[in-house]
C-alpha cells in the first residue's frame, strides 16, 4: 500500500526514473508472489489472531456461531476484528465497567452487528453461546462455575487473560470445553519456527531477485553506451563520407558501393567495445 503509492507518487513527478521504476516494480511484484506462495500470515503469532483461529478450527469456523467476547481492551478488540473478518458470526461483547455496559466504546463502533450486554448479565447469555473468549485484566475470575446455568448445548470457552478470567472448575461442567493461553503458547512457538524457516527462504528468493536486478541495471547500462557507440560511429561515417564526396568525383554506382564499404569499416572498428559491452 504505502511503498507503491509513494512509488507511483514519484513516477508522477519525475523523481522515480528507469532504474528506480525498475527496483519498485520488481519488489512490489515479490512481495505479493511471496505472500501468495509462502502464506506467511496464516502462521500468526499474536496471542488474539491465534487464538481465534485455533478456536474457529476446533468447531469447523465461527460462521453461524454465537460468540460471546468479555474484555475491549486490546486483545479483546483484536479478538473481536478477527472473528469479525471472518463473517457470519453472531457476535456479542461485554467489558467491566463502572459506567452502562450497554453503551457501545468508540473504538467498537467500526464493528456492525456487535451486540453490547451488560456485564453483570454475562452468565446468563453463556447458555445461548457457542463460544466465549475471555481477555479482561481482572485479578479474579468473572466467570464463576457456581453462576453458571445448566447448559443443554455445547459451549467452547477460550481464556486467554493472565490471570485467568475462567474459573478453572468449569472445565468440569457438561458440554463445556475449555481451553486457555497455555493452549496457544506451544502453537504460537510452532508459528514462530515456522515462520524462521520461511524468513530463510524468503532472504534467498530475495538474493536472486538482486542479483537479477543488479544484472538488469548492468544491462542497460550497458545498452546505453553501445547505444551511444553507434550514434558516434554514425557520426563518423557521415563525416568520413563528406570529405570523401568533396574529393572524389564517383559515378552513382560506384558511390554507392564506396558508402558500404566506409560503412562497413567503420562499424567494425566498433564491434570489437560493443561485442566485450554484451
Not at 453472531?90 to 466504546?105: E, F, G, L, Q, V
Not at 452487528?113 to 481482572?138: C, L, W
Not at 468449569?170 to 514462530?192: F, N
Not at 537479477?212 to 557507440?229: C, S
Request: hydrophobic share 35%.
Amino acid at each position: 500500500g504505502q511503498v507503491k503509492a509513494a512509488a507511483s507518487f514519484a513516477m508522477e513527478h519525475g523523481s522515480s526514473k528507469k532504474v528506480l521504476n525498475k527496483v519498485f516494480r520488481e519488489s512490489i511484484t515479490y512481495a505479493k508472489r511471496a505472500k501468495t506462495q509462502y502464506k506467511m500470515s496464516e502462521n500468526p503469532l499474536s496471542i488474539s489472531a491465534t487464538a481465534v483461529k485455533y478456536i474457529s478450527q476446533q468447531i469447523n469456523g465461527l460462521g453461524g456461531k454465537n460468540v460471546l467476547i468479555m474484555g475491549t481492551g486490546k486483545i479483546g478488540t483484536l479478538i473481536l476484528r478477527y472473528i469479525h473478518e471472518e463473517e457470519g458470526a453472531d457476535i456479542y461483547i461485554t467489558r467491566r465497567a463502572h459506567h452502562s455496559s450497554h453503551h457501545k466504546p468508540d473504538m467498537l463502533t467500526a464493528f456492525e452487528g456487535v451486540h453490547m450486554i451488560d456485564f453483570e448479565a454475562r452468565h446468563d447469555y453463556i447458555p445461548d453461546m457457542d463460544v466465549v473468549f475471555t481477555a479482561t485484566a481482572s485479578p479474579h475470575v468473572i466467570v464463576k462455575s457456581e453462576a453458571l446455568p445448566q447448559l443443554y448445548k455445547p459451549v467452547v470457552f477460550m481464556d486467554v487473560a493472565v490471570p485467568r478470567d475462567v474459573d478453572i472448575r468449569i472445565r468440569d461442567r457438561k458440554h463445556v470445553t475449555y481451553h486457555d493461553i497455555d493452549d496457544l503458547r506451544a502453537i504460537v512457538d510452532r508459528s514462530e519456527a515456522q515462520r524462521k524457516e520461511l524468513a530463510q527462504l524468503i532472504c534467498r528468493d530475495i538474493e536472486t531477485e538482486v542479483h537479477k536486478v543488479e544484472a538488469w541495471v548492468t544491462k542497460a547500462q550497458a545498452d546505453e553506451t553501445i547505444r551511444k557507440l553507434n550514434v558516434f560511429c554514425d557520426r563518423v561515417y557521415d563525416h568520413t563520407w563528406d570529405m570523401i564526396d568533396k574529393k572524389i568525383d564517383l559515378s552513382e554506382k560506384d558511390t554507392q558501393d564506396m558508402k558500404k564499404i566506409v560503412k562497413s569499416c567503420i562499424r567494425k572498428m566498433g564491434k570489437t567495445p560493443i561485442d566485450q559491452l554484451k
